[in-house]
C-alpha cells in the first residue's frame, strides 16, 4: 500500500490542521492506521492509531482531547484533526499501515510508511 500525506502547513497556537492520509494499491480496510510525528533532534513519536474497522482508538497523552483520528475506508481515506495546537505540536508528520487488526502505538510494528507534512504552530 502506498500512503499520501497531506494538510500540513503553519498555523497560530490555538489553531487547527486536518491532515489527510490517501491510501493506494491496497484497501485501507486491511490495515490499522497510525499518525506519527518527529520534532527537530527528537525520536520519532507516537500521536494517535485506529484499529482496521475505526471502532477503537488509541492517543499519546500529550495530544488527548485535541487531536482526533478517524478513517473512512470506503474512500482509503485516514485524517488527523488536531484542534488546539500548541507550539510544541510543531513537527513532520507522518502517516503509517499495519497489516495488525488493533491499533499499535509502536513504530517499528508499522508495515508502511508515508512521506512527512510538515507542521508548525507559531506563538
Known amino acids: 500500500v502506498q500512503l499520501q500525506v497531506s494538510g500540513g502547513g503553519l498555523v497560530q497556537a490555538g489553531g487547527s490542521l486536518r491532515l489527510s492520509c490517501a491510501a493506494s494499491?491496497?484497501?485501507?480496510?486491511?490495515?490499522?492506521m497510525g499518525w506519527f510525528r518527529q520534532a527537530p533532534g527528537k525520536e520519532r513519536e507516537f500521536v494517535a492509531a485506529?484499529?482496521?474497522?475505526?471502532?477503537?482508538?488509541d492517543y499519546a497523552d500529550s495530544v488527548k482531547g485535541r487531536f482526533t483520528i478517524s478513517r473512512d475506508n470506503a474512500n482509503n481515506m485516514v485524517y488527523l484533526q488536531m484542534n488546539s495546537l500548541k507550539p510544541e505540536d510543531t513537527a513532520v508528520y507522518y502517516c503509517?499501515?499495519?497489516?495488525?487488526?488493533?491499533?499499535?502505538?509502536?513504530?517499528?510494528?508499522?508495515?508502511?510508511w508515508g512521506q512527512g507534512t510538515q507542521v508548525t504552530v507559531s506563538s
Open positions: 503509517a499501515a499495519s497489516i495488525a487488526s488493533m491499533t499499535i502505538i509502536i513504530d517499528n510494528l508499522y508495515d508502511y
Open positions: 494499491g491496497r484497501t485501507v480496510r486491511e490495515y490499522s
Open positions: 485506529i484499529d482496521w474497522s475505526g471502532s477503537s482508538t
